[in-house]
């Protein structure tokens, strides 16, 4: 009987070659997903079945056809970009050292501890543990 191959970029199969009506369970392996990312598994030559299992990666499962089978894997970056984000920092960075050197803070954000010195913008001081003043 004649056999045929399953591949895919990066997926990896249990053996080379399966034989027409066998079933065929291949594994994107989760050490190459990455964080933010989303990815899809497609193919022209096969319906399968795509699951995430816990400790192994996506794991793609179908019967083989009587033909060879090719699964394409598309991945997408999902994180978005904040243009505002460098800003944000950078001017927190500022208030902060502004803060640090005695200036007043026009925002009310930052705060210096009394007891120990530490320029802090929550409510208590990380370092002592003393309450921001009223």
């Known amino acids: 009987m004649k056999q ?3 591949t ?3 997926l990896t199969s ?3 070659l399966y034989e027409p009506g066998e079933e065929v369970t291949m594994v994107y392996d989760r050490r190459y997903i990455g964080t933010d990312t ?3 598994f497609s193919s022209e030559d096969v319906d399968f079945s795509c699951d995430f299992e816990q400790g192994k990666g ?5 019967i083989m056809p009587e033909h060879d089978v090719e699964i394409q894997v598309t991945a997408k970056n999902t994180m978005t970009f904040d243009p505002d984000a460098l800003r944000n920092a950078m001017f927190t960075m500022n208030t902060r050292k502004k803060a640090e050197a005695g200036e007043p803070d026009p925002t009310g954000r930052f705060w210096p501890c009394p007891e120990c010195g530490s320029v802090n913008d929550g409510k208590f001081c990380p370092e002592c543990g003393r ?4």
Request: glycine share 4%.
């Open 4 to 6: 045929y191959k399953a």
């Open 58 to 62: 996506y794991v793609i499962r179908f």
């Open 38 to 40: 989303d990815y899809n």
């Open 14 to 16: 249990p053996k080379p």
């Open 131 to 134: 309450k921001r003043p009223e």
């Open 8 to 10: 895919g970029r990066n």
